[in-house]
RNA sequence: CGGGGCGUAGCGUAGUGGCUAGCGCGCCUGCUUUGGGAGCAGGAGAUCGGGAGUUCGAAUCUCCCCGCCCCGACCA
């Protein structure tokens, strides 16, 4: 493009820079920080969850990544640097290769080998310490790497949200024992504040599940965000991943002088609502007050099957009132994987009759044989309308602990605002949406142990080395910055990851506009400021105005028609404040908003 | 993997059996214009996702495949 500028050096030219910004909003993006992103030209589709890093979304992404390796070098962290393309063995020897399961990219050399593209590398970091480390002297250590994951996602989503190549910081803490992990792992929280503070990402910390890695004590940094994939709740005491939370469970109740359980016929009620409707208008069961869905207590049947493929069922009694919550069941029971029960599954089971279930044919010592747990709200002496397990009748006034016992309780109930919780403490207050930018875990010693990492203690004796494992998602990051911060015209970067610090807007055709553009971006240059300068030629001031709200750098000068009093306008994209100022003291005003 | 939707030029789209596939943005040439996505004139750009079929005739109907998006189950 033709260039009003002739010979000179600016650090970025519109007219050169590798750029075409959209007028309209992809069709395909739905989220913000995607629609945005590639409107703006930071990025394009390349494939299924994989994308092109184009000069404007590159320098954010340096930047950010940048500040986690500040951040993580600060801590005493190591840098290290792995293969991404992994031989299969490592991963056999911990079982990942297959309890990753479809997830992970599997692929073969020439001669038939198998490899894989790595999704996360436990297993290299510990096999490297075990290689180069054998004394207690040598720890605790932490190492970590900036690399470029592959997950084959079923669902890849929302541009960078979620993609099947990403970019992960991934850290790994080594401690001979778990007073040295917990420290660790402390460092990287810390050191985790700071990444988000300087990326001026907003966040919450959560209690977590540690899932899929395994190990104890967890924590995720949530962005809160409406595109978020996890939900969490705030309670007075905390935060935690729904997964996560523990609902405190209900007081039990004296069983002596309740009435005596009684079947009734309450035809064509299979479903809760019909159930209660039908009680609260049958003249016999009529009381002063309604009967609501919460009075009654529902039997859900799932289907589990377990890593070794073997299937068992699970019933779970819960409040009528509540749902099942799926994400909650999963976690709950990993590694087994919840599969619907169907009407086939039904046809096993002779005593159960679908709608009207009991707890009378539930229990691993009923004719069943299923295992039944329920919700901790149904604790002893809670009297409940439940099945009979007979069609069209339902037994009122059982209780438990009198007339059913289950085998367990089971923690997996949709939760509600003023929920009571364990963890986290006190009553559910919040319930958000967030995106997963960071997690941080105490994976104890199952690597370590499948792969043999012990050194030497004092004592000349061998120890299995305990690890932590810390992850945050920088291409993940760099969309959160983008949700978090834009606003209808476009983005709005913080300036520590703004792709320039100055937008110069060329306002005018006048030559004089140009040298004098020129001239102000050398200062700023001079004084580590980089700078974009729109110096294009035939373009209307209106389009680049709007292509410089779009793209969102933090800072906008704009040269044109007040230059002849010697003014330039400075804009902050950010409080929308627009000043004059002379020319002389641009260089001061930038600083000052930096 | 289940459910839903979609695939027409770089982007956004019209076109549900009939002529040379239309429009807006963007792109190229010329002139004009220059403080909020300019005007006029001319122009380039499309295997209508792919394949097979039905038909005198298919972007349009049928089947298969591929890809994308959304919702659900997994994760940084």
């Given at each position: 493009m033709?260039?009003?500028?002739?010979g000179?050096s600016?650090?970025?030219?519109?007219?050169?820079?590798?750029?075409?910004?959209?007028?309209?909003?992809?069709?395909?993006?739905?989220?913000?920080?995607?629609?945005?992103?590639?409107?703006?030209?930071?990025?394009?589709?390349a494939?299924?969850?994989?994308?092109?890093?184009?000069?404007l979304?590159?320098?954010?992404?340096?930047?950010?990544?940048?500040?986690?390796?500040e951040?993580m070098?600060k801590?005493?962290?190591?840098?290290?640097?792995?293969?991404?393309?992994?031989?299969?063995?490592?991963?056999?020897?911990?079982?990942?290769w297959?309890e990753?399961?479809?997830?992970?990219?599997r692929?073969?050399?020439?001669?038939?080998?198998?490899?894989?593209?790595a999704?996360?590398?436990?297993?290299?970091?510990?096999?490297l310490?075990?290689?180069?480390?054998?004394?207690?002297?040598?720890?605790?250590?932490?190492?970590?790497?900036?690399?470029t994951?592959?997950?084959d996602?079923?669902?890849?989503?929302?541009g960078?949200?979620?993609?099947?190549?990403?970019?992960?910081?991934?850290?790994?803490?080594?401690?001979?024992?778990?007073?040295?992990?917990?420290v660790?792992?402390?460092?990287?929280?810390?050191?985790y504040?700071?990444?988000?503070?300087?990326l001026v990402?907003?966040?919450?910390?959560?209690?977590?599940?540690?899932?899929?890695?395994?190990?104890?004590?967890?924590?995720?940094?949530?962005?809160?965000a409406?595109?978020?994939?996890?939900?969490?709740?705030e309670?007075?005491?905390?935060?935690?991943?729904?997964?996560?939370?523990?609902?405190?469970?209900?007081?039990?109740?004296?069983?002596?002088?309740?009435?005596a359980?009684?079947?009734?016929?309450?035809?064509?009620?299979a479903?809760?609502?019909?159930?209660?409707?039908?009680?609260?208008?049958?003249?016999s069961?009529k009381?002063?007050?309604?009967?609501?869905a919460?009075?009654?207590?529902?039997?859900?049947?799932?289907?589990?099957?377990?890593?070794?493929g073997?299937?068992?069922v699970?019933?779970?009694?819960i409040p009528?009132?509540?749902?099942?919550?799926?994400?909650?069941?999963?976690?709950a029971?990993?590694?087994?994987?919840?599969?619907?029960?169907?009407?086939?599954?039904?046809?096993?089971?002779?005593?159960?009759?679908?709608g009207?279930?009991?707890?009378?044919?539930?229990?691993?010592k009923?004719?069943?044989?299923?295992?039944?747990?329920?919700?901790?709200?149904?604790v002893?002496?809670?009297?409940?309308?439940?099945?009979?397990?007979?069609?069209?009748?339902?037994?009122?006034?059982?209780?438990?602990?009198r007339?059913?016992?289950?085998?367990?309780?089971?923690?997996v109930?949709?939760?509600?605002i003023?929920d009571?919780?364990?963890?986290?403490?006190?009553?559910?207050?919040?319930?958000?949406?967030?995106?997963?930018?960071?997690?941080?875990f105490?994976?104890?010693?199952?690597?370590?142990?499948?792969?043999?990492?012990?050194?030497?203690?004092?004592?000349?004796?061998?120890?299995?080395?305990?690890?932590?494992?810390y992850?945050?998602?920088?291409?993940r990051?760099?969309?959160v910055?983008?949700?978090?911060?834009?606003?209808?015209?476009?983005?709005?970067?913080?300036?520590?990851?703004?792709?320039?610090?100055?937008?110069l807007?060329?306002?005018?055709?006048?030559e004089?506009l140009a040298?004098?553009?020129?001239?102000?971006?050398?200062?700023?240059?001079?004084?580590?400021?980089?700078?974009?300068?729109?110096?294009?030629?035939?373009?209307?001031?209106?389009?680049?105005?709007?292509?410089a709200?779009?793209?969102?750098?933090?800072?906008?000068v704009?040269?044109?028609?007040?230059?002849?009093?010697?003014?330039?306008?400075?804009r902050d994209r950010f409080?929308?404040?627009?000043?004059d100022?002379?020319?002389?003291?641009?260089?001061?005003?930038v600083?000052?908003?930096?």
């Open positions: 033709k260039s009003i500028l002739k000179v600016v650090q970025y030219r519109m007219s050169e820079l590798f750029l075409r910004t959209l007028r309209e909003n992809p069709a395909d993006a739905e989220v913000a920080s995607h629609s945005l992103l590639i409107r703006a030209g930071y990025l394009r589709r494939a299924s969850g994989g994308y092109t890093w184009l000069p979304g590159l320098m954010v992404l340096q930047k950010v990544t940048e500040i986690v390796r951040e070098n801590a005493g962290f190591q840098e290290v640097h792995f293969p991404a393309l992994l031989p299969r063995e490592p991963y056999e020897a911990t079982n990942r297959t990753y399961g479809p997830a992970l990219f692929l073969q050399d020439r001669r038939g080998a198998d490899y894989l593209l999704p996360t590398h436990e297993e290299m970091f510990t096999l310490v075990k290689d180069l480390y054998s004394s207690y002297k040598d720890l605790p250590l932490s190492l970590y790497q900036i690399q994951k592959y997950r996602e079923a669902r890849p989503r929302a960078l949200l979620r993609g099947r190549e990403f970019i992960m910081k991934d850290s790994y803490s080594f401690d001979l024992d778990d007073e040295g992990l917990v660790s792992y402390q460092k990287h929280r810390d050191a504040q700071k990444v988000f503070e300087r990402i907003d966040y919450v910390i959560v209690s977590a599940q540690s899932g899929a890695m395994g190990g104890s004590a967890s924590e995720e940094f949530l962005a809160p409406d595109a978020g994939e996890d939900t969490y709740v309670t007075e005491g905390g935060a935690a991943n729904v997964e996560a939370i523990q609902i405190k469970p209900a007081q039990s109740i004296s069983i002596t002088d309740l009435p359980a009684q079947v009734h016929d309450t035809p064509d009620t479903t809760i609502e019909a159930l209660v409707n039908f009680c609260n208008q049958n003249e069961l009381r002063s007050n309604q009967w609501t919460a009075d009654t207590l529902k039997n859900v049947l799932m289907r589990l099957v377990s890593q070794d073997t299937t068992s699970l019933a779970i009694g009528g009132d509540r749902e099942v919550d799926m994400r909650r069941l999963e976690a029971v990993y590694p087994e994987i919840v599969t619907p029960f169907t009407d086939e599954d039904f046809a096993k089971y002779p005593t159960l009759v679908k009207y279930i009991g707890p009378d044919a539930l229990g691993i009923s004719k069943s044989k299923i295992e039944y747990l329920v919700d901790p709200r149904v002893s002496g809670t009297s409940w309308i439940t099945g009979a397990n007979r069609t069209g009748k339902h037994v009122f006034g059982l209780v438990m602990g007339d059913f016992n289950p085998d367990g309780q089971i923690d109930a949709d939760v509600r003023g009571e919780c364990v963890v986290p403490a006190g009553k559910v207050i919040r319930l958000a949406r967030g995106i997963e930018v960071g997690h941080i105490q994976l104890g010693r199952k690597y370590a142990q499948a792969l043999d990492l012990k050194v030497l203690n004092e004592n000349g004796e061998q120890v299995v080395v305990t690890m932590g494992s992850g945050i998602g920088v291409t990051a760099v969309a910055i983008a949700e978090q911060h834009h606003d209808e015209r476009g983005l709005r970067w913080p300036r520590t990851v703004t792709p320039a610090d100055v937008h807007v060329i306002a005018g055709k006048d004089a040298i004098a553009a020129n001239q102000l971006a050398d200062q700023l240059n001079a004084q580590r400021l980089s700078v974009l300068i729109d110096d294009r030629v035939g373009v209307s001031v209106g389009v680049k105005f709007n292509d709200e779009l793209i969102g750098i933090p800072t906008v704009v040269i044109g028609k007040k230059y002849a009093e010697g003014l330039v306008e400075v409080t929308g404040a627009v000043d100022v002379l020319l002389s003291e641009l260089v001061a005003k600083k000052q908003l930096h």
